[in-house]
């Protein structure tokens, strides 16, 4: 190393790190959120949990496993970025709730608004809990 160059960390500098985002990056967190829901609908659909349990809870259940598959897709989004963590989280939301959505054209035979509203809603609220999540980190 030459003298008078500062060294770099692993992880390098602020800039470094809000420009190493790509559509990729984006686009593989909402892969990663799609996939609990397609793990759950994989449960759904192989599991007697209607038997067990009434509609109500299944769906309730089914919005919390959306909520949850966002939160993991934008906190692992979130490990490179350093700012604008509430919009990087919203767009990842977005994201995910298109891949969910065209995944859902493909494989359902009708067209429900109040139910791409509510993974819209349940995706949204994943991203807005992640970006609550990592205020923290932003504080210190």
């Known amino acids: 190393m030459e003298e008078g160059t500062p060294e770099k960390g692993i992880s390098g ?17 909402g892969i990663i959120s799609n996939f609990f829901v397609w793990l759950w609908n994989s449960v759904l659909v192989y599991l007697p949990l209607l038997s067990i349990l009434d509609s109500y809870s299944v769906t309730v259940l089914s919005y919390m496993i959306y909520t949850l598959g966002s939160v993991v897709g934008c906190n692992l989004l979130l ?12 767009i990842s939301a977005l994201i995910s709730w298109g891949i969910s959505i065209s995944l859902l054209f493909k494989f359902a035979t009708e067209f429900h608004i109040g139910l791409t509203i509510s993974i819209l809603f349940c995706f949204l609220m994943g991203g807005l809990i992640a970006s609550y999540l990592n205020l923290n980190r932003l504080r210190r």
Do not use: G
């Open 13 to 29: 500098t602020e800039e470094e790190k809000q420009s190493n985002l790509t559509t990729f990056d984006y686009f593989a967190a």
């Open 79 to 90: 490990l490179k970025v350093s700012r604008n963590i509430s919009k990087t989280c919203l």
